[in-house]
T-cell receptor, first 116, second 118 residues
């Protein structure tokens, strides 16, 4: 069974600072994908970044980067130069297996609050 | 703007009512999902459709009945719900065109339907 762990229920960060959100995962599959989503208080789930199990380089998307350490089974999200609009719930998620409709399961989330 | 559209945005229903949630996507995705999310919790998978066929049912009570009329539409029929079923219901879609590339396909979510059962 797959499992996603986010150990930080909440974080406070000063505006313009970088922040790292932790995520560890557990899977016995060789093929899997790791995703980060942002959920503002309005409720929509916004896809941020993806890392594949076979990708050798860490993924980057604008201010978001993913620190992927495969041997440690961690996929931490790094947000550079945080902004007030980054305040939201952040979920780490994993898709396991090659099925065209395999499950994506989510960690418990980290609530990030940016201080002005 | 989200490319997955869910209606209605809000729904209040009694325990004896029958209602339906609707989801539509025009991205050519062949996998569609229903998730349920309670306050301050992560989304929980309910159903997965692949090529209009139900492929995963996460032991969801029969008072929730999914339907996928075509590759663009996904419905969730609700009947005899309980107050504890009140939650945000999220629809999502993803690419499903290749079994060998599917694990890297993210979910694209709609804005959700906020359901209250009275």
């Amino acid at each position: 069974a797959q499992k996603i762990t986010q150990t930080q229920p909440g974080m406070f960060v000063q505006e313009k600072e970088a922040v790292t959100l932790d995520c560890t995962y557990d899977t016995s599959d060789q093929s899997y994908g790791l995703f980060w989503y942002k959920q503002p208080s309005s409720g929509e789930m916004i896809f941020l970044i993806y890392q594949g199990s076979y990708d050798e380089q860490n993924a980057t998307e604008g201010r978001y980067s993913l620190n992927f350490q495969k041997a440690r089974k961690s996929a931490n999200l790094v947000i550079s130069a945080s902004q007030l609009g980054d305040s939201a719930m952040y979920f780490c998620a994993m898709r396991e297996g090659r099925s065209s409709a395999s499950k994506i399961i989510f960690g418990s989330g980290t609530r990030l609050s940016i201080r002005p | 703007d989200t490319e997955v559209t869910q209606t209605p945005k809000h729904l209040v229903m009694g325990m004896t009512n029958k209602k339906s949630l609707k989801c539509e996507q025009h991205m050519g995705h062949r996998a569609m999902y229903w998730y349920k999310q309670k306050a301050k919790k992560p989304p929980e998978l309910m159903f997965v459709y692949s090529y209009e066929k139900l492929s995963i049912n996460e032991s969801v009570p029969s008072r929730f009945s999914p339907e996928c009329p075509n590759s663009s539409l996904l419905n969730l029929h609700l009947h005899a719900l309980q107050p504890e079923d009140s939650a945000l219901y999220l629809c999502a879609s993803s690419h499903g065109t290749s079994q060998f590339l599917s694990y890297n396909s993210p979910l694209h979510f709609g804005n959700g339907t906020r359901l209250t059962v009275t």
